[in-house]
């Protein structure tokens, strides 16, 4: 089963064929990352215009590279939410054309849903039930996954998120678009003892996370002393960027243990940090018999490789989105509680 990918969502154009979701025959990404760069942060208007310049030929080469034909696929997969309502619109209008063009069947898929499975696209896969952590510039939510189409959302962001806690913190201290990894490179010779930043404690909401505290408290620092250089501005990121690893590892293996779930997959943008990364897998390995989950970096930031994979189970249970789909960028994902 081939399943073409469509995904616009935010700031990457991104088509992808999957075989039986798990097979990638191509996967391309034409990244917005230089046209945002001066404005220090995406400017939805820019990346819906730059959508529809780049959608299409993007789409033609993921087809070219698969070796498939659009009237050959077994169905075409479209994010329609979350997201930037403009840049989703790009997508969803384009796969319902293709749709109808080649008479190829039609899923809509949820965002998260994607980066909940990109997981999929690796060698070795988890068995359901896993605990899921999506983190990115717009979300960072917590869910178990209990079965393809089947998700528990047990906690989420209440303010910024945690990519969005990265980009606006680097933008505090002149670096370089996106925020992530410049900080990510410079913590990498810094002390993460050296700054002690504050860690939010969310009332009612023991799984929920908040990081807008934590980049007020940069901004006064930088008010007060002003941006470091040198050693101390390692110091700085390292330290940063600690207490926003810190906060996600800690609801993790805190639903980890709640939940008796052994099985641990990390998703999205800001799952391809280093630190992130590190500091999930040696807590996971004091556990007995947890196994952590690492897409390779390339599916954890935006692609649609991932929304192939939602798509193909998807149509397998016989879902089918027609001419009335419409773009939903507050599509929410699955029941709520533990």
């Keep these: 089963m081939r399943v073409l990918g469509i995904e616009t969502s935010c700031d990457e154009t991104a088509a992808a064929v999957v075989e039986d979701g798990r097979r990638v025959l191509s996967d391309v990404v034409s990244t917005q990352i230089e046209i945002h760069r001066r404005w220090g942060g995406v400017v939805p208007e820019l990346a819906s215009r730059n959508h529809v310049v780049q959608v299409m030929p993007v789409v033609d080469e993921a087809l070219r590279v698969a070796g498939v034909a659009g009237p050959d696929l077994d169905g075409i997969a479209v994010t329609s939410g979350p997201g930037l309502v403009g840049a989703l619109l790009v997508g969803v209008q384009v796969a319902k054309a293709l749709s109808l063009a080649w008479g190829v069947p039609l899923a809509r898929v949820n965002h998260l849903e994607g980066h909940l499975l990109a997981t999929f696209l690796s060698e070795e896969?988890?068995?359901?039930?896993?605990?899921?952590?999506?983190?990115?510039?717009?979300?960072?939510?917590?869910?178990?996954?209990?079965?393809?189409?089947?998700?528990?959302?047990?906690?989420?962001?209440?303010?910024?998120?945690?990519?969005e806690a990265f980009d606006k913190g680097a933008k505090l201290l002149g670096l370089p678009?996106?925020?992530?990894?410049?900080?990510?490179?410079?913590?990498?010779?810094?002390?993460s003892q050296a700054v002690k930043f504050p860690r939010a404690v969310v009332k009612g909401g023991p799984l929920a996370f908040s990081f807008s505290g934590l980049k007020t408290a940069l901004l006064h620092r930088v008010r007060s002393h002003g941006v470091p250089v040198g050693q101390e501005l390692a110091d700085l990121c390292a330290s940063y960027q600690e207490a926003i690893v810190g906060a996600l590892s800690a609801k993790l293996f805190r639903a980890a243990r709640e939940l008796q779930l052994d099985r641990v997959v990390l998703s999205g943008g800001v799952a391809a940090n280093g630190r992130l990364r590190e500091v999930v897998t040696g807590r996971a390995a004091e556990y007995e018999g947890m196994r952590v989950f690492l897409p390779p970096p390339r599916h954890c930031t935006d692609n649609a490789a991932m929304i192939a994979v939602a798509g193909t189970r998807a149509l397998q249970r016989g879902e089918r989105?027609?001419?009335?789909?419409?773009?939903?960028p507050a599509w929410r994902l699955g029941s709520v509680g533990c």
């Design 321 to 328: 989105a027609g001419p009335a789909l419409e773009a939903d």
């Design 177 to 191: 678009y996106p925020g992530g990894v410049a900080i990510d490179r410079l913590a990498r010779g810094g002390n």
């Design 125 to 163: 896969a988890p068995a359901f039930p896993y605990l899921g952590l999506v983190v990115s510039g717009g979300h960072t939510s917590l869910y178990v996954a209990e079965d393809f189409g089947r998700y528990r959302l047990l906690g989420q962001t209440r303010d910024d998120a945690a990519g």
